[in-house]
């Protein structure tokens, strides 16, 4: 039976079991059981350096449980703001304008200010100056959305109540 | 079945299985073997760079069990302090003021004097200066206690003694 | 039963079990594996420093499901460029000419444009200049064609379709 | 059953099972099961940055086998050495006389010159100096010495030869 | 049953069972999968910055399939060179004289030019000078030759051709 690795709220390293006999079943598995545990905000996906990326269409139902992650509130500066809640930090949603002279398109972007003891090759920003930040996610370009990234729709069992995520099997 | 990653007090890596069908009870299941290992100093959560944080509310009856830690005094400078050891190394406890210029509140916070062979990421306070420091854990802010990180009040069974935890199985 | 390890598309690390007895069976069975798994975009080869190297002979046919990799087109700068997209990013395929200088010979080459975030020790090009690249792989010398490293040549079942590879089980 | 990580002399990671189902009985057969096969060279216990550190209680009959080390003895600038082997270099023994004003007490320390491909991280003493080395262990302070660090006592069978360790069972 | 973390010639990472129920038999297990599975050019033992070090004695009939290597010959700036194979890259064989003012005797090395993607703390010579270097082993000193890092003298059975080592059993 394949395992996958996660890591705990408090950083603790769980092997967890999975199903799967074919590359569909083991990957539908794998992905049940993120959203299963990262809605403890257990996480199986490291940050890379510079963040996430998923295209544009993927943000608004994007599933922030296969990071471990989840939307929320802060208020920073006396602002309250939208964003992410991922490892204890709160990465502030942003919407970028295109950038013609980059190249760039229009992106959605969550990130927080850097702090001293961030690994070096995960920092953004010009050295030396204030404006250092971190990247958790960044949704840009004009790829499609990717369904299996996105919160299922699921059908409401007629009459009844759904099962708490918390209480389901942790594997398909 | 699940597995847990423990470094034991001489640093070797054992991984110890955990029960677990669902989302919480593999939780429960994890965090009740962090604790009866956790007793005899095997830790499962490694320093994260600038320590761990958690809710100024949870630092009364925090379980150091659940990091391999535990409370402890110590003789530093003819001084007698109170903190916690962690790894071999004693970690002062530091009730800090709150500072508005700089938007923080009271907090608490256990750190130690950095070693020339402490890895840089986890080293804090000004570069060249003497008081450079590395933090194990900070308690801050108005966020609500966590339960599951608290000691646990355990019912005395009736007329008898208490099983010694380390006497405990593993897993719940 | 031996295992590999993969990360999936989003960076999860997950164990795969693998048949095999002999050496040249369990080889078998983790080259099909790595077919199976990296046509759904996992990986289990980490990008060495400095890419990947095979013989040129090894090119055409070269499968590139085995690092978890796929051919495909990307417009970059106007041009419409080939390459393979290997973890959510694009290497455009060169082919270099013979430099008798460096005693090097014909080769073709897939590499992107380095990033601030790249870790240092993968990233090639002078110092400070604007050519900072990575390598995904070098195909180059007069080396025998690898045929293990090739697309298989599967015979078509008479009257049938192929099971598509996405069903198949996942070891040999 | 839990899985205790080996380094074998030539640098293999081999992990090995060990029994125990209550937090004491684990951490008695990782114990011997670190004995057993520590006495072959392998070790499970990575060198920490600045060495290992023990109370100078525990020096006399501190058990080298645990850390996959041997006492030994070294011919160095034509000096015979008292000291230990530790993944194939040898750490020399010396005794350090209290020092007050570093508020140090006599210790005994083992420790190596540093090479120019060792971490640096582990490297202690002024830097561009000659004197730059990697400690091994340190033995220093008042603790209590720690009885489960220390080669057993094993009664002899009565009218019998032990069995070698290298055949008894590895664990508990 | 313990298991050996092997890599493979393009560097997946696979777990392999190993047999063996005390100290002695799981070390001839280990040795016997790493010579079957390094055939394959599969590596178990990571290189270590400096190389690895054995005694001089063992030179002649080193058994490089624990290493994943094989011997093998190179030609090199028009010159034909004896050498090993390791991990796609070749090391030249070279005889060291004795260094009587660096108290070094006689010695063999195994070693490449350094590339700019090379590990810092593995590359060795001036820094900034054209000699920079990579060690992949160094045979030197008067130790006794390791019986068990020879290639063993197997018996040929009466009449009978081998069985080649790609289709025995991958344990003792």
Redesign the interface.
Known sequence: ?????FF?D?????????D?????T??QS?LQT?R??G??GWR???L???G??FPLASEPDFDWR??GARRGICTIDSEERDGVWYA?QFYTRRALDPNPRMKLGRAIKYSRGA????????V?GEEGSAFRYVTLAVFRGEGRRREE?AVPREPRPAGGRRTP??????SA
């Open positions: 039976m394949a395992e996958v690795r705990t408090l950083g603790a390293e769980v092997r967890v079991p999975v799967g006999d074919t590359p569909q083991l990957r794998v993120q299963a545990l809605q403890l199986c996906c490291p890379p350096p510079g996430f990326t296969l990071l204890g702090r001293s003891t961030d690994p070096a090759e995960g953004e990234y995520a918390s209480r389901e099997a942790l």
